[in-house]
């Protein structure tokens, strides 16, 4: 697992705490991963959707097939990342009961490759 953030330095939690980043996001693109998950606030949402590797870094994982999650409303991600239709079980929604479970286990098949059946 490796921290993907905007800046090497990494980026300040809603606690204050600081996440060193093991990656910039322009230089660990998703092709490297085999899932991704989206980590933003709403204005962190709001500043990677100027930033153009993150508005490809999803879309590429969605079109990959890769599991992905988001804990916040499948609307911010997609208003970050130009994904809109997020709706198959390859995305998971963090937050509920389970959801961390169920996304890992999304993992483990690697692909979600209904995605390429139903495009």
Excluded at 16 to 29: F, M, S, T, V, Y
Excluded at 34 to 58: C, F, H, I, N, Q
């Amino acid at each position: 697992m490796e921290f993907v953030a905007p800046a090497i330095g990494g980026v300040e939690t809603s606690d204050g705490k600081r996440i060193e980043a093991d990656q910039q996001i322009d230089g660990g693109p998703s092709v490297l991963y085999d899932a991704v998950v989206l980590l933003a606030s709403a204005a962190g949402a709001s500043k990677l959707a100027r930033e153009p590797a993150a508005r490809t870094s999803s879309p590429d994982a969605y079109a990959h097939y890769k599991s992905s999650a988001t804990p916040e409303t499948r609307r911010r991600c997609s208003d970050a990342t130009g994904v809109s239709e997020l709706r198959d079980g390859g995305f998971i929604e963090l937050g509920g009961n389970g959801s961390a479970e169920g996304f890992l286990s999304a993992c483990r098949q690697l692909r979600f490759w209904e995605r390429e059946a139903a495009a």
